[in-house]
């Protein structure tokens, strides 16, 4: 039983002890557990001891302080009850100690939920350490660049000073040259640094200051990729033009990329010096491709515009690119086609990536013509690279909706279909299945720059429309799209990825783990 309080008569033993005890401890400080609540005992009608123990304890679990309480009151450390009422500090610390107790209370109350309800701190970009703001800005110059060298915004200099050494090496990885550019190159002149960060160079020679544009582009050792987009000047002045830029060529050590509108015996024959000593991709127009070029060893090259009869030397190419090509220039093809069997004669082709844009002349010609004409293509590239190690292909054309042939390429993991499919058109759907099948050891699909929508015979291409939509709605507005992904359960594909140029970091991606699941499931992806 608990000790009781008497109401009056001789003072008990524990009383007397207790008063005794009182002169030796005035004026110095209370000890012991409820050490901070000495103002709070002695006024009459104030808390118990249950409550000083609950206030010290978390006030906001009243079954873990009642616990807690109790182990106190039974332990042997814990002062007798009447003594701890009789104790007497002085007056002058009463009202004082008496405030602070209250205050201590009530401020405990409500401690925890002013915690939660505080307000995250705010990362400030110029907070983070240099590391983070470099990998910030080289996603940011990776997206900017997306669909080819530009000018880059540079006003983000003038926020602070401790952003110029980050940003400008980036900055200046790939430089657009504008026309005219007088104030650009006395920018490159005047900066030391220049030669060490210029890594990309897209300009238009002026038939005025070419020389003077070469002559500044000479000093960046460190370029690797030069873009020439046109030669504005005469055409009588076109000689002494490809003679400088054979010379520019000629002058940058780590040159391995080369795109030039048209070329000479001269150029022709500094591309080969490079070719000689390292890999060299080249892209030039099919029309300029003559027989200076074609013993030019090449580990990439890009031909684009009407073919033409020529000669090529395909054996040390890693990558063919056939752009905007002419179906209809059936000679042509057929000699290149040829040229391509008489390689693999020789020899596995090193050739990892092949890309073919076909394309009708303006639509003039015969719709059926052109798929038919394209299916012979398709056939004797299926027939020649059967036995290669051919790993990635890419189609931009109207696939012809015309049983395929039964040759196989089991080399090839990633197909990617751009430009060439409907989603909205079954016969556009069964002809990617027959594509596919060509491939038995496909893993990755990519569909790009697709039509969603035919509206008065016309497509249209709404891939933000597209993106936007919940699965569901996806699939009951274009479904075709629910039929693809049902026909590729039983394939080899664990990844589909669907975008548009039009957002280059923008993805919807189609994902299984064939060990765990046969279906595919879609997620939305940005990407730099």
Sequence with gaps: MPPTRKRSGAPSKTSAVSKSAAPQQSGGQATGLFADYRGSLVKPGGPSVAEIVRAKFDPFDQDEADNRTLAVSTSEAMPAPTS?????????????????????????????????????????????????????????????????????????????????????????????????????????????????????????????????????????????????????????????????????????????????????????????????????????????????????????????????????????????????????????????????????????????????????????HDATLFRMRVFLIFRELCDIMADQALESVRISTTLPSVPYPFIKISSVRRLSLAECIALHGSAQLRAVADMISIFPNLDRLELDSLCFKQCGGVCTRQFDIFLALDDANRGLDYPSLPALLAFLVHSSVTSIIIRDVSEPGRQLRYTRDRSEMPYFVGEKWTVD
């Design 84 to 364: 701890l009422f009789t104790f007497q500090p002085p007056k002058q610390q009463e009202s004082r100690a008496s405030r602070a107790s209250v205050g201590r209370t009530a401020t405990g109350r409500f401690q925890r939920a002013a915690i939660v309800a505080a307000p995250r701190p705010r990362t400030t970009l110029l907070s983070l350490p240099d590391e983070i703001l470099q990998h910030i800005f080289n996603l940011l110059h990776a997206r900017y660049q997306s669909r080819g060298p530009h000018i880059p915004p540079t006003d983000v200099l003038r926020v602070c000073k401790r952003l110029t050494p980050i940003v400008r090496p980036i900055w200046m990885r790939a430089l657009a040259v504008p026309n005219p550019c007088d104030e650009l190159l006395a920018g490159i002149l005047a900066d030391k640094d220049a030669a060490n960060c210029v890594e990309e160079v897209d300009i238009v020679l002026d038939q005025a200051m070419y020389r003077l544009q070469l002559t500044v582009l000479a000093r960046l050792s460190r370029i690797r990729k030069l873009r020439i987009v046109d030669f504005a000047s005469h055409p009588g002045n076109s000689a002494n033009i490809y003679e400088a830029v054979a010379n520019l060529v000629r002058q940058l050590p780590l040159l391995t990329q080369v795109d030039l509108p048209s070329t000479d015996c001269k150029l022709a024959a500094a591309l080969k010096d490079i070719s000689l000593k390292r890999d060299l991709r080249l892209e030039i127009p099919w029309s300029d491709w003559h027989l200076c070029l074609s013993q030019i060893r090449l580990s990439a090259l890009r031909l684009k515009g009407a073919p033409v009869v020529g000669s090529f030397a395909l054996t040390s190419l890693k990558r063919l690119e056939l752009s905007s090509v002419i179906v209809h220039e059936e000679r042509a093809i057929g000699r290149f086609i040829t040229d391509l069997r008489q390689s693999t004669r020789l020899g596995q082709l090193p050739l990892k990536h092949l890309e073919l844009d076909l394309q009708d002349v303006d639509g003039l």
